[in-house]
């Protein structure tokens, strides 16, 4: 592993304190650069933002299933995104089932610039005890950037490591908006309310049981089974990433998928905290395959591509505005915001109800060509082992199954009848769609 050009030091003086983070390799508009500065300037609430970074490093050290897997993964280092009005950190759970972001937005940021460009940082363990202790009453400068991550306190001087992200990241910054994206808004807390709520949940070991939340007019209250208006909390526990920033939260709203995935949004001075929760604590978001079928349409790239030279970097992404400009019109510039979204190219805010433009410093086209669904499709496409039927497709699968795929793209296979499309389609079913389609039968 690579450490980053200089160290990360939280400093103090008698008339502020001053947090630097180093930024890594970073993809920028003017292409690849070695720690790119996105910001220097005076934060307006910097109790805030301390505990908005920490929450979301928390969330980065956190395990709540799949342990062995955890264990093997070789990175834990927060993404932040500049996108000229706002900072955007993200992170995963070990697990991969919990998705933190931390948006400290144009109102929390004083008078200072926000550039443009996505990158990696390591927030350590020293240096969240040093975050730990930023209070209000002491003014903060943030520099996200300068060859460096700093952090300005007595806590002294704390080296950065630089690390690649593991794929299993890139393609839950891939699931995670796709999913956010079709997600309703169910219910809403304000106030002391809140904190109500969450002296509530049951402090036991992750991930905890999953539970249903009941929306009343005295609060919310816990559930064990689902009852009209209830929506889901899958692994109580998980909900505990949110605990650093309860104090702060003026509202919490809660949206919920269709496949029951949820996402918590915390309101709070200057920024916003979102939480999203997979539908089961042993499911991670890397697996969900939501955006699957689209990466088999080789017209979904070049829209993408075409529509990425227009991006620009904006904060919130406008599809009118692209498909006047492309000369796309509306249905192809949503083919090709859905494949930047599964190359890893944008996220979603939930507030907004907007995509935002986001480059992760690794070959995202790489990560969608090794997907193992679809690459397992494409070997079984090369190897003969898809044929038409009179029902749809018959297919030979490992170790001599054999599996029926539907004309409305249904199998039979383990997979399939498990999930029934509930987590994107089997590799079958895409070695089908992958059929007709270089047939030119779609």
């Known amino acids: 592993m690579s450490s980053f050009a200089a160290e990360s030091v939280l400093t103090r003086s008698p008339e502020s304190q001053r947090l630097e983070l180093a930024t890594g390799l970073g993809v920028t508009p003017t292409g690849l650069v070695e720690s790119p500065v996105f910001f220097s300037g005076f934060l307006d609430r910097p109790d805030v933002a301390a505990s908005g970074l920490l929450a979301v490093a928390d969330v980065a050290a956190s395990r709540y299933a799949d342990a062995g897997l955890a264990a093997r993964l070789a990175s834990m280092d927060p993404v932040v995104t500049a996108g000229g009005t706002c900072l955007r950190f993200e992170s995963f759970s070990a697990c991969n089932g919990v998705h933190a972001r931390f948006d400290l937005l144009r109102e929390g940021l004083g008078g200072g610039e926000v550039g443009f460009g996505t990158t990696n940082v390591d927030i350590n363990p020293p240096l969240r005890k040093a975050l730990a202790r930023v209070n209000r009453a002491e003014a903060m400068h943030l ?184 000369g796309l019109g509306p249905g192809k510039v949503a083919s090709g915001l859905g494949w930047l979204a599964a190359c890893g190219r944008l996220g979603y805010d939930l507030t907004e109800g907007a995509w935002f433009h986001r480059e992760l410093p690794i070959d995202s086209d790489k990560v969608l060509r090794r997907n193992p669904r679809l690459a397992s499709a494409r070997k079984l496409l090369e190897s003969g082992s898809i044929r038409d039927g009179s029902d749809g497709w018959k297919v030979e699968g490992s170790y001599g199954n054999r599996y029926t795929v539907t004309k409305q793209l249904r199998c039979d296979c383990a997979w399939g009848v498990e999930h029934d499309g509930n987590r994107g389609p089997c590799k079958h079913v895409l070695a089908a769609i992958l059929t007709f389609r270089d047939s030119g039968l779609d």
């Not at 630089?162 to 997600?183: D, F, I, Q, S, Y």
């Open 143 to 326: 520099s996200v950037g300068r060859d460096e991550l700093r952090a300005s306190s007595l806590a002294g001087t704390h080296v950065e490591r630089k690390v690649n992200l593991p794929e299993r990241w890139v393609r839950g910054l891939a699931e995670v908006p796709a999913l956010t994206a079709a997600m309703t808004r169910v219910a809403e807390l304000r106030g002391p309310a809140i904190a109500r709520f969450f002296s509530t949940l049951p402090r036991v070991a992750p991930p905890g049981p999953s539970m249903n939340v009941l929306p009343m007019p005295s609060g919310w209250r816990l559930a064990t089974r689902a009852l009209p208006k209830s929506f889901p909390l899958p692994g109580v526990s998980r909900l505990r990433g949110a605990d650093r920033i309860i104090r702060h939260a003026s509202r919490l709203a809660v949206y919920v998928n269709v496949n029951g995935t949820t996402a918590w949004v915390f309101d709070v001075p200057g920024g916003r905290f979102t939480l999203v929760l997979s539908p089961d604590p042993f499911r991670g978001f890397s697996g969900e395959g939501t955006l699957l079928t689209l990466l088999t349409d080789s017209d979904a790239e070049s829209h993408g591509r075409r529509v990425l030279a227009e991006l620009g970097w904006t904060p919130l992404v406008d599809p009118k505005d692209l498909a006047e400009r492309t």
